[in-house]
C-alpha cells in the first residue's frame, strides 16, 4: 500500500520557519519524483518544490525560491521541506505527492502526481 504521510505543519508568526516531513513507503522511493503542493482557501492547488533522490535535481517555483528547501534522507525515504521567512500567503494545506518521473522539473510541478498523501495545515500569521 502506498502511503505519503505528511506532518511539521503548524501555525507560525511571519517571518517564522517550520519544518514539513514526508514519510514515503508502498513504492520504490528513488524512482519517484517527490513534489509538495498547496492549497489556500480560495484558490486552486499549486506545485511548489521538488526532489528526486536518485539524481539528486530539485525545483522550487519563483514564490518560494529562495525561502524554502527541498531535501531528502535515502535511508528513510522522507523528504523534508524547510520553509523560512514565511508569509501569510503561504497559509494553505500542504500536500506531499510522487510521480513516477525522469527528474524533478517544473514539469513535474505542472502535471497530476500519481499519488498524493493526506494534507498537513501551514498557517501564517501577520
Known amino acids: 500500500e502506498v502511503q505519503l504521510q505528511a506532518f511539521g505543519g503548524g501555525f507560525v508568526q511571519a517571518g517564522g520557519s517550520l519544518r514539513l516531513s514526508c514519510a514515503a513507503s508502498?513504492?520504490?522511493?528513488?524512482?519517484?519524483?517527490i513534489a509538495w503542493f498547496r492549497q489556500a482557501p480560495g484558490r486552486e492547488r499549486e506545485g511548489i518544490s521538488c526532489?528526486?533522490?536518485?539524481?539528486?535535481?530539485?525545483y522550487n517555483v519563483d514564490s518560494v525560491k529562495g525561502r524554502f528547501t527541498v531535501s531528502s534522507d535515502n535511508a528513510k525515504s522522507t523528504v523534508y521541506l524547510q520553509m523560512n521567512s514565511l508569509e501569510p500567503e503561504d497559509t494553505a494545506v500542504y500536500y506531499c505527492?510522487?510521480?513516477?518521473?525522469?527528474?524533478?522539473?517544473?514539469?513535474?510541478?505542472?502535471?497530476?502526481?500519481?499519488?498524493w498523501g493526506q494534507g498537513t495545515q501551514v498557517t501564517v500569521s501577520s
Open positions: 505527492t510522487a510521480a513516477f518521473l525522469p527528474h524533478c522539473n517544473i514539469a513535474t510541478l505542472l502535471g497530476g502526481p500519481d499519488y
Open positions: 508502498g513504492f520504490p522511493f528513488d524512482d519517484y519524483v
Open positions: 526532489i528526486k533522490s536518485s539524481d539528486g535535481s530539485t
